[in-house]
């Protein structure tokens, strides 16, 4: 799996609002959400189910 990474140039994002799930992540067979979190400016997992 490959990803980018993008560094926004001193701007902070706000009032921005996502989640969004990741299959077989991080074992085959579980599923992943993922939140995203303003004041850190980054995703957090929510929860991770078999």
């Known amino acids: 799996m490959s ?7 001193g701007e902070f994002l706000v009032g921005a609002s996502k989640s969004t799930t990741a299959t077989d992540f991080p074992t085959p067979g579980r599923t ?3 939140i995203w979190q303003q004041s850190q400016q980054n ?3 929510e929860s991770v189910v078999p």
């Open 43 to 45: 995703f957090a997992i």
């Open 3 to 9: 990803f980018r990474v993008t560094a926004p140039a």
């Open 32 to 34: 992943t959400t993922l």
